[in-house]
T-cell receptor, first 112, second 116 residues
Framework: ELKVEQNPLFLSMQEGKNYTIYCNYS?????LYWYRQDPGKSLESLFVLLSNGAVKQEGRLMASLDTKARLSTLHITAAVHDLSATYFCAANSGGGADGLTFGKGTHLIIQP | DAGVTQSPTHLIKTRGQHVTLRCSPI?????VSWYQQVLGQGPQFIFQ???????GRGNFPDRFSARQFPNYSSELNVNALLLGDSALYLC???????????????FGPGTRLTVL
């Protein structure tokens, strides 16, 4: 059974700082997704990572995937208040139709 | 273009009742998946439907059922509601069968179900 673990689960940081959210998954997965959720809102797709060594960047967010270590990271550079949200990583147990398995989410608060 | 739409947005039911939630996928998308998100947790997969057939099922009791219509919209039904069914129910659509392909799943705004 695929399990996805994120850490930290809660993160409070100051604007302008850098930080990394970690996502470990327990069994082989050939793709990794990152989503953002604002309070009371639905999930917004950020990144889809498809292969070992994949790196994607959008603005101040950069995601990477190491399939050998079963680890994905979401790096935040020079954080701004607008990035405050809950971030989820999710994996799919390769080739099945059983949907995504999500981590518990990282609740990120960025303070001025 | 319209995104994934869901109705109703909020719903209050009592224990033992039945509920039907509805979802319309993005135009052209043929796959619809349902997820349950309990407060403070990540979404948990319930079903995936593709071309009107169930293609995947998560670890939920038989009280949960769903179907997909010829226009690719979908309904999620929950019978004999329990307090623990209180959650945000999210619908996601993708062009092809999610899992076999790498298509991104796009999520709707959700239906907030409260069971009293």
């Amino acid at each position: 059974e695929l399990k996805v673990e994120q850490n930290p689960l809660f993160l409070s940081m100051q604007e302008g700082k850098n930080y990394t959210i970690y996502c470990n998954y327990s069994t082989t997965s050939d793709r990794l997704y990152w989503y953002r959720q604002d309070p009371g809102k639905s999930l917004e797709s950020l990144f889809v990572l498809l292969s070992n060594g994949a790196v994607k960047q959008e603005g101040r967010l950069m995601a990477s995937l190491d399939t050998k270590a079963r680890l994905s990271t979401l790096h935040i550079t020079a954080a701004v208040h607008d990035l405050s949200a809950t971030y989820f990583c999710a994996a799919n147990s390769g080739g099945g139709a059983d949907g995504l398995t999500f981590g518990k989410g990282t609740h990120l608060i960025i303070q001025p | 273009d319209a995104g994934v739409t869901q109705s109703p947005t909020h719903l209050i039911k009592t224990r033992g009742q039945h509920v039907t939630l509805r979802c319309s996928p993005i135009s052209g998308h043929k796959s619809v998946s349902w997820y349950q998100q309990v407060l403070g947790q990540g979404p948990q997969f319930i079903f995936q439907y593709y071309e009107k057939e169930e293609r995947g099922r998560g670890n939920f009791p038989d009280r949960f059922s769903a179907r997909q219509f010829p226009n690719y919209s979908s309904e999620l039904n929950v019978n004999a509601l329990l307090l623990g069914d209180s959650a945000l129910y999210l619908c996601a659509s993708s062009w092809r069968l999610a899992g076999f392909f790498t298509d991104t799943q796009y999520f709707g705004p959700g239906t907030r179900l409260t069971v009293l």
